[in-house]
């Protein structure tokens, strides 16, 4: 079952830190106290109780933690694996510290996963404006829009229910249908392992390279917390060179296969987040509207922009069709990517369509179908056949930059980075980080 985090702050303040928090003397002991009873003995059970209908778990830390634990371990654990996260901002969150590093934390995964889910939930008599202006309003949640529950002023125990129903029913619908393992989640916790022969003294360096602040270095291993940071690493030239010099620092320490292994999950994070976004989505489609096209200069470079939107996935298997060449007709086309890619899938010619989906079901994997296209109306009118005949696998039309009028199909194509230095400079640092393990980039070129 799916763990949704609760970011909140039950800690029982003293008099003077309540004056300190609110000079203007909105706040008051008395105040304040009730606040903490009914959050601790009403609201968290109430949101806990809800989520259970949704077929999920509400994780915070006075259920989950108990005596002898270490508190901070087990937060940056939840914080790396939940599927989604609430905070829930009282007027004691604005100067929570733990609150602030963990929606940094949170920050983090919103930049890396396209479909994580924060909501921020404002409580008592706490506005937009008093949010925003805070050390919590400040970190990259700050940005999010927030919900605000018709009774959340209320401390009375029979508003509890009422409030926790709105919060979740405020989640996208698109939380009920959620998967319990998050692929995001497993490359952290696959990166941290390949990196687990690495000395201390390094890792120290690599946590500077990639700006991990003191105040998140107290969640998580330091391992942990270096996967997590290199999968947040932003696009261009900065942020890829980053993620080169960490690998350069580390590559000495590392096994054969662990070196493999971190090539092939560090190599996308070259790709766009924007399109990586998009093809996310596409994935995501009912099995019989999996298709897209990409302008790119190669091949490669859109098989990267699919494993960003997967976050390396293993479960997410790509497969390169031959493209049209010559005079061929669209029929021509579909008879030959069929053939390929029932050999690829392993099927038989006479495996119907319904079959083939039931089949990819079953596997639990995503199948890409990269389709090199010259000429769009005859690609596009082949893979819409091959769609219906293959349902749930994703075909992915490539063309290269500027040499396809894609105006006479009825797809409007993903673009890459048009930029020609950064092209130029991208198939640079992919060689470079290949060369790590002694591997020559296939760029698939048209």
């Not at 389709?371 to 063309?399: C, D, K, M, N, W």
Request: charged fraction near 30%; aromatic fraction near 6%; glycine fraction near 4%.
């Amino acid at each position: 079952m799916g763990a949704v985090f609760v970011s909140h702050t039950s800690r029982i303040r003293s008099a003077d830190e309540i004056r300190s928090a609110s000079p203007e003397g909105l706040d008051t002991p008395n105040k304040h106290a009730n606040r903490k009873r009914y959050l601790r003995n009403h609201l968290l059970p109430a949101l806990g109780s809800m989520l259970r209908e949704y077929g999920r778990e509400a994780w915070y830390d006075l259920d989950r933690i108990r005596p002898g634990d270490e508190f901070e371990p087990a937060i940056a654990h939840a914080l790396l694996t939940c599927e989604a996260a609430l905070i829930l901002v009282d007027r004691d969150a604005l100067s929570s510290g733990f609150m602030r590093d963990e929606a940094q934390m949170l920050g983090w995964r919103l930049k890396a996963e396209h479909d994580f889910i924060v909501r921020i939930v404002l409580l008592g008599d706490v506005n937009e404006k008093e949010f925003a202006d805070s050390s919590l309003g400040r970190t990259p949640c700050g940005a999010l829009s927030c919900s605000t529950p018709e009774e959340r002023g209320s401390h009375k125990p029979a508003a509890a229910p009422r409030v926790a129903r709105q919060i979740i029913e405020s989640l996208p619908a698109r939380l009920g249908a959620m998967s319990s393992g998050r692929v995001a989640a497993h490359w952290v916790s696959d990166v941290a392992h390949f990196l687990a022969d690495v000395p201390p003294h390094v890792l120290d360096d690599v946590e500077v390279e990639l700006d991990i602040t003191a105040s998140a270095a107290r969640f998580g291993t330091r391992r942990e917390r270096v996967a997590a940071a290199l999968l947040r690493t932003e696009d261009g030239r900065i942020g890829y060179d980053r993620a080169l010099a960490v690998l350069r620092r580390v590559e000495e320490y590392l096994s054969a296969p662990a070196r493999a292994a971190l090539v092939k999950r560090l190599v996308p994070l070259w790709a766009d987040v924007e399109t990586a976004q998009l093809l996310h989505e596409v994935c995501s489609r009912p099995a019989h509207r999996r298709l897209a096209a990409v302008v790119a200069d190669a091949s490669l470079r859109a098989e990267h922009a699919l494993a960003r939107a997967n976050a390396s996935d293993p479960l997410t298997v790509t497969c390169r069709l031959p493209g049209r060449t010559g005079e061929d007709l669209a029929a021509e086309l579909v008879e030959r990517c069929d053939v390929h890619l029932r050999d690829f899938l392993c099927l038989d010619p006479e495996t119907r369509p319904k079959e083939v989906r039931a089949l990819l079901e079953d596997e639990q994997q995503t199948y890409v179908a990269l389709i090199p296209s010259l000429e769009p109306r005859r690609s596009y009118e082949a893979a819409r056949t091959l769609v219906h005949r293959f349902p749930g696998v994703v075909f992915v039309l490539v063309s290269p930059r500027g040499k396809v009028d894609w105006s006479v199909a009825r797809l409007q194509p993903l673009a890459l980075p048009a930029d020609e230095d950064w092209e130029l400079i991208s198939r640079r640092r992919i060689r470079q980080v290949y060369r790590v393990n002694e591997e020559v980039p296939d760029f698939g070129e048209f």
